[in-house]
């Protein structure tokens, strides 16, 4: 049914007759050393791990589900954040159980593309493993604006007490989200998360720009 709506083409590279080419898949392949631990200009108080650069066929794929609805690309999206979360635990970053909360989305900007989509890969990237939950439990307080085009300060200024809490969670919280730039949104769910009394012990990225 999708098929017929959208043409046939990956969704990394664009070439024909597939969704997601074998090439694309091995760029999201987690090496024994990922995710990184990357350092944002804003510093949200916790470690901070992406599983690769926002460029090429990753950078493709989040852009063509977050905007394009392209929700086929959840699974090798959700796939990687799962390796992602198995090395972390390997690592003695996280430790079984604890929840995922997904950063927030402008609640506009995702009813508008389909869904949240970070909450989809996380979702599924935990699909099978009973001891993590995930718990969309931030969301955007109203007239925040989208970040895209925003300078750091002018970033940090606009989610100043902007992220609020809608569902209460317990012990340990990994903070997932599909990008992390400048920090700003991160440092201000840490921080939303630690003022209820949640253990933020890392954030958890698919990409970093
Ligand atoms: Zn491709």
Request: hydrophobic share 45%; net charge positive; glycine share 8%.
């Amino acid at each position: 049914m999708l098929d017929l709506i959208l043409p046939l083409e990956c969704g990394g590279c664009g070439a024909p007759s597939t969704k997601w080419c074998d090439s694309c898949a091995a760029t999201l392949k987690v090496h024994t050393d990922e995710p990184h631990l990357v350092t944002p200009r804003i510093d949200p108080g916790v470690p901070v791990f992406a599983l690769g650069r926002y460029a090429g066929p990753r950078r493709q794929a989040i852009v063509a589900l977050k905007e394009h609805g392209r929700r086929d690309l959840v699974a090798p999206l959700a796939r990687a954040l799962a390796l992602g979360i198995h090395q972390l635990e390997t690592w003695g970053i996280l430790d079984t159980p604890f929840t995922i909360v997904p950063a927030p989305t402008r609640a506009l900007a995702a009813r508008s593309r389909g869904g949240d989509p970070v909450l989809r890969i996380a979702n599924e990237a935990t699909r099978q493993n009973q001891t993590i939950t995930v718990i969309r439990a931030l969301k955007t307080r109203a007239m925040v604006r989208d970040s895209v085009g925003l300078a750091v300060a002018d970033r940090e200024r606009n989610l100043n007490g902007r992220i609020k809490i809608t569902k209460q969670v317990a012990g340990d919280v990994l903070l997932v989200d599909d990008i992390v730039t400048t920090g700003a949104t991160a440092r201000e769910a840490v921080r939303t998360l630690r003022e209820s009394g949640v253990n933020v012990t890392a954030v958890l990225t698919l990409a970093h720009a």
